[in-house]
Structure formats: structure tokens, C-alpha cells
């Protein structure tokens, strides 16, 4: 049973964010939300413990790059717990999400997340990103986890559709990592990220690859 207090949360994050999302999907939500909070206890899949800052910190920050998920397929790199992918896919049933990591009780974990949600456009594969060959390449390639935008490129670049586009969550950007993307990609835009109680400076890049 999911605490009455929890949905509130997301429902205010939404509004706050000025997401639209029908009932059932927020139910989905947080049906994914109780399934991590009860796998972490054992399985340790994210530092975050109290369910309220996971609302905040998991789903909502996840979710505020749905504006710039609009065509897929939708690669997710190092989904950890399945984020981004999860929520993402949650709100975008009509596209298509791959969720890539190489850590096997991750794996594990949010299969039984796809299961449990019945979530048809969810394909999970453990494997580690620079070996991973796909049959059809992604429109689009997202990540929480990388700490460098290069190494995210480089690592990933053979999965990138023709005019597809990288789209990372980052902290701080440096002049030197800004740099060492510059031969690889071009940034798009960058969107900072305001969660209003989540006290971090962050932002959204998009990139697209350079030509070889």
C-alpha cells in the first residue's frame, strides 16, 4: 500500500513541473517507487532510503526530461534502479525503451519492475555499454550515470541513430570537460533543472555527434 503522502508528493512535483500525467501512470509510478524502497533494504540499489526524497530525487528528476523525449527508441545507459528509464517509459508508452547496466541484482531488480508493471515497451539487457551490439540503433541516448560527457559519447556513439542525440544529466559543467566533448558533439542546449526541494545545481545537455 502505498502512503497517501507519497502521492501527494509526486502530484505536487508534477504540477510543479508542469507535467500532465494521467492517474494510472502516477499509480505506476508509485508502484515502482514501493518496489525500490522494498529491493533497497536488501539489495542496497540506490544510497536514498526515505521514500519522500526518493519522490523528489528519482522520479521527479527523472521526469524533467520528458519534453526532450519525444522519438524513440530510447536507449538508457547505467540505469542503475532503471533511472531514468523507468519513469520515462511509464509516461511514454508509445516509445520504445531500452535499459542497459552491468550490475546483475540491477538487472534483476528492474525486471521484476517490467514484470510487475506489465510494461511493454521495456527491454532490459545487463551488459556493459561498450559492448553492447543493438539491431536497431537509438534515436536517442540518455544518462544519469556518467560523470564524464566524453566517456558517455565514446562509449555509446556506435548506438547513435544518424541525427540521433545524447541527453545527460550533469552537475556543474567545466570548462576542461566542455573541451574534451567539443571534437565529439555538439551541444544543443542545456536546461537547468529546478526541483524545488532538491538544493543542487544541475542541468540537462543535449548533444548530437559530430560527423566522423
Known amino acids: 500500500m502505498v502512503a497517501p503522502e507519497l ?3 509526486l502530484q505536487s512535483g508534477l504540477h510543479g513541473l508542469n507535467l500532465d500525467m494521467p492517474a494510472a501512470q502516477q499509480q505506476a509510478l508509485l508502484v515502482y517507487l514501493d518496489l525500490l524502497v522494498t529491493w533497497n533494504k536488501s539489495f542496497n540499489l540506490t544510497a536514498i532510503r526515505d521514500p519522500l526524497a526518493m519522490v523528489n530525487q528519482h522520479l521527479l528528476d527523472a521526469l ?3 519534453p526532450f523525449v519525444t522519438r524513440g527508441p530510447v536507449l538508457d545507459v547505467g540505469t542503475g ?3 531514468p528509464g523507468i519513469p520515462l517509459a511509464i509516461a511514454r508508452p ?3 525503451f531500452t535499459l542497459l547496466d552491468s550490475n546483475g541484482k540491477k538487472i534483476r531488480f528492474i525486471k521484476q519492475v517490467v514484470i510487475t508493471l506489465q510494461l511493454a515497451n521495456v527491454d532490459v539487457i545487463q551488459s556493459r555499454v561498450e559492448n553492447y551490439q543493438a539491431d536497431t540503433l537509438f534515436s536517442l541516448i540518455v544518462s544519469r550515470a556518467f560523470s564524464s560527457l566524453e566517456q558517455l559519447i565514446r562509449l555509446s556513439r556506435h548506438l547513435l541513430a544518424p541525427q540521433g542525440e545524447w541527453l545527460a544529466w550533469k552537475g556543474q559543467l567545466e570548462d576542461a570537460e566542455l573541451q574534451a566533448v567539443a571534437a565529439l558533439a555538439e551541444i544543443q542546449a542545456t ?5 524545488p526541494k532538491v538544493n ?3 542541468q540537462l545537455v543535449r548533444l548530437r555527434a559530430k560527423p566522423a
Open 81 to 83: 534502479a532503471g533511472l
Open 94 to 96: 508509445d516509445l520504445h
Open 191 to 195: 536546461q537547468p533543472i529546478h526541483l
Open 64 to 66: 524533467v526530461a520528458l
Open 200 to 202: 543542487a545545481t544541475r
Open 7 to 9: 502521492s501527494t508528493e
